[in-house]
């Protein structure tokens, strides 16, 4: 089955710091990865995702994630921390059911706190 | 991207009591997904709602705790039964994203608390 892992509980950066929340993942095939945020008493909110093409994917809020292949990992990343960056975020890979029914297999998240 | 609103947003219920969540999407979607998120957790599927036949639940979750309706393209509902405190839990509803580019996208909800005493 398909899997992520978010081996930190918690990351905390100094604002204007850059910010790195880590992921790997165990998947059969190629991967369909993705970053989700979830900001306090808010739904979750798409980020960005990758299915192929380029290792560096560039999404919302100046988010980027770098998928590494060899690793397996597809960490993400922003070079200069903002405070209304705090949120949880969650790495994400999607897991094709036997009919293709897709579904999104969540990691456990990362609590990242963004100190003014 | 889908505009989705849940009701209620909260809710404080007694124990062996039921409560219906409901979940609106501004517009037509084959599928639809109803996660839980306890507290200081990830989100756990609970089933997939495809309009015209029966939610696919996932392991652990069945029909009869968490029955779902889904009477058209733009609805759904999950009603939790026979409440204990261990069902205290954020559950959003999900939908995938528009055309096969957005497919794997999933826009959420925004949730509904719900604490059982």
């Known amino acids: 089955a398909q899997s992520v892992a978010q081996p930190e509980d918690q990351v905390n950066v100094a604002e204007g710091n850059p910010l790195t929340v880590k992921c790997t993942y165990s998947?059969?095939?190629?991967?369909?990865l993705f970053w989700y945020v979830q900001y306090p008493n808010r739904g979750l909110q798409f980020l960005l995702k990758?299915?192929?093409?380029?290792?560096l994917v560039k999404g919302s809020y100046g988010f980027e994630a770098e998928f590494n292949k060899s690793q397996t990992s597809f960490h993400l990343k922003k070079p200069s921390a903002l405070v209304s960056d705090s949120a949880l975020y969650f790495c994400?890979?999607?897991?094709?059911?036997?009919?293709?029914?897709?579904?999104?297999?969540f990691g456990k998240g990362t609590r990242l706190h963004i100190l003014p | 991207s889908a505009v989705i609103s849940q009701k209620p947003s909260r809710d404080i219920c007694q124990r062996g009591t039921s409560l219906t969540i409901q979940c609106q999407v501004d517009?037509?979607?084959?599928?639809m997904f109803w996660y839980r998120q306890q507290p200081g957790q990830s989100l756990t599927l609970i089933a997939t709602?495809?309009?015209?036949?029966?939610?696919?639940?996932e392991s652990g979750f069945v029909i009869d705790k968490f029955p779902i309706s889904r009477p058209n393209l733009t609805f759904s509902t999950l009603t939790v039964s026979n409440m204990s405190p261990e069902d205290s839990s954020i559950y959003l509803c999900?939908?995938?994203?528009?055309?096969?580019?957005?497919?794997?996208?999933?826009?959420f909800g925004p949730g509904t608390r719900l604490t059982v005493l």
């Open positions: 709602a495809n309009q015209g036949s029966e939610a696919t639940y």
């Open positions: 990758y299915i192929t093409g380029d290792n």
């Open positions: 517009s037509q979607v084959t599928m």
């Open positions: 998947v059969s095939g190629n991967p369909y």
């Open positions: 999900s939908v995938p994203g528009p055309g096969l580019e957005a497919y794997n996208e999933q826009f």
């Open positions: 994400a890979v999607r897991d094709r059911g036997v009919n293709r029914d897709d579904k999104i297999i």
